[in-house]
């Protein structure tokens, strides 16, 4: 067990290979600790066994290479690095797909996963847009997660929170465009681009409507919500099926979500029973009516009083240990960035009980970590 008050960080640049490579041998025993719990989870939880589950991975390859190669070289060269298997590593990039399958068996794969925020120039204090999550998971997530600055030699430079081994999650770009997810639930999941690479796949872009494009344009293989905030002042949130999307903008300057479909054409398409609906509306409503008590003094500071909010507990927006008995997920980490600056501050979970801590980009070296 990894007691924590600040998740490790590292900065790999050069090609994409090299990236990987860099990744995998700086994080090689977290990364095998997560393919470990990732497998055991599989199969205690939705009692799919490893053979299967490393075969399957190996299925959405195709459509990583077709649409995006860099990510399959990076996720080559998190193998090299780690030394596990090709198969381990596409593993890591396929949680939630594995769980719900093809056949789309929901029940027994968790999906209240995190609550999303984007605030505009006019609704802060000091013209600094903000863009974030609580993103909640298993408990254990605290202990394999790592700050990540990757440098590509042909792609704009990343600042990101994700578990080890992962090459995407949630972060920023050095083009000041940030990208942050949501889980939702639908019918219809199939063999396509995974939805963990979306957020990157979008940071390769410097616009909200230039990424929303990108996500468009993949045959996605499973349902996503994504937040995206940019420089130019723009703010948008894509929720998508594996065929459908719907955008949500901001009302004075102000945008969130939760793990439900709020646009109406959508609605029909939601499949998470109705405890997690619930739920996932409170959070959602605490969100909005937070941000909208302090519009035009909302800064990095205040939003962490926000995310640290535990009024509408067990429904609340900083979850801790016991409050769903069933559930062993809790708010494993915080994030607060400011695109336009570089910069992202990281609170290990649950936030309400550690710092947070402030990364920006660097120069040659490990990120830049600002205490």
């Not at 589950?53 to 070289?73: G, K, M, T």
């Not at 790592?146 to 770009?173: C, F, H, K, W």
Request: aromatic content about 6%.
């Amino acid at each position: 067990m990894v007691d924590r008050q600040t998740f490790p960080a590292f900065r790999f640049a050069g090609t994409h290979r090299e990236i990987g490579r860099q990744y995998g041998e700086a994080c090689a025993e977290a990364i095998r600790r997560h393919r470990d719990l990732a497998i055991a989870r599989l199969r205690d939880r939705v009692e799919i066994g490893q053979d299967r589950a490393l075969s399957d991975a190996l299925r959405y390859r195709p459509y990583v290479i077709e649409h995006a190669a860099f990510f399959d070289e990076e996720i080559q060269g998190v193998a090299e690095g780690s030394g596990i298997s090709l198969s381990e590593a596409y593993l890591l990039q396929l949680r939630a797909e594995l769980a719900v399958g093809t056949k789309n068996a929901h029940n027994g794969a968790e999906n209240d996963e995190c609550t999303t925020f984007a605030v505009l120039p006019q609704a802060t204090t000091d013209g600094s847009p903000l863009i974030g999550q609580n993103a909640d998971l298993p408990a254990f997530y605290t202990e394999i997660g790592v700050i990540v600055e990757i440098v590509p030699d042909d792609a704009p430079r990343v600042l990101m929170l994700t578990p080890a081994g992962q090459v995407s999650y949630i972060g920023i770009n050095d083009r000041g465009l940030g990208a942050f997810a949501n889980y939702l639930t639908c019918d219809g999941w199939r063999l396509g681009f995974p939805r963990y690479l979306l957020s990157r796949l979008a940071l390769t872009k410097e616009s909200v409507d230039e990424a929303i494009a990108a996500v468009r344009a993949v045959p996605r293989a499973s349902s996503r919500n994504l937040i995206m905030l940019d420089a130019h002042g723009m703010a948008a949130d894509l929720e998508t099926t594996p065929t459908r999307d719907a955008r949500l903008d901001p009302q004075d300057g102000l945008l969130a979500h939760a793990n439900h479909y709020a646009a109406p054409e959508l609605a029909s398409e939601e499949r998470s029973p109705e405890r997690q609906v619930a739920n996932s509306r409170v959070r959602l409503d605490r969100m909005n009516a937070l941000l909208r008590q302090r519009r035009g003094s909302l800064d990095a500071e205040v939003m962490q009083t926000i995310l640290r909010d535990r009024d509408c507990t067990p429904d609340a927006l900083c979850r801790m240990p016991g409050d769903d008995p069933e559930s062993d997920f809790i708010t494993f980490a915080s994030v607060i960035a400011e695109p336009a600056r570089g910069r992202m501050a990281v609170a290990v979970g649950p936030p309400n009980e550690n710092p947070y801590r402030e990364y920006a980009f660097s120069g040659p070296g490990v990120v830049s970590s600002i205490a």
